[in-house]
């Protein structure tokens, strides 16, 4: 299972982004996905997870709740991450994660005051 995140970059606060994570070599419809940030020197910290199939179940952290949603296309096999309201707090690596699948590259997310 091979994952590969994409849509980050050099944003204001208060900017709007959308990340993407395809995943190819799985039966993406029955996989949990979760989100993941990183930021230097610190754990990996889970930002939302979406259930596998319609994705009905949702959780979020508290730092995003009400800012973020994510989202889930079986049929493309990709999750996304809608952000808004973006805060310098938010800069980070962000991943995406599926059972089974070994951590992708991940894309950066710089948010400038």
């Known amino acids: 299972v091979t994952l590969v995140e994409s849509g980050g970059g050099l944003v204001q606060a208060g900017d709007s982004l959308r990340l993407s994570c395809v995943a190819s070599?799985?039966?993406?419809?029955?996989?949990?996905v979760a989100w993941f940030r990183q930021r230097p020197g610190e754990e990996r910290e889970l930002v939302a997870s979406?259930?596998?199939?319609?994705?009905?179940?949702?959780i979020y952290s508290d730092s995003v709740r009400g800012r973020f949603l994510v989202s889930r296309d079986n049929d493309k096999k990709t999750s996304y991450l809608q952000m808004n309201d973006l805060e310098p707090a938010d800069t980070a690596k962000y991943f995406c994660?599926?059972?089974?699948?070994?951590w992708g590259q991940g894309t950066q997310v710089t948010v400038a005051a």
């Open positions: 979406i259930s596998s199939g319609t994705g009905s179940s949702i």
């Open positions: 994660f599926l059972p089974g699948a070994r």
């Open positions: 070599g799985t039966l993406f419809i029955n996989m949990y």
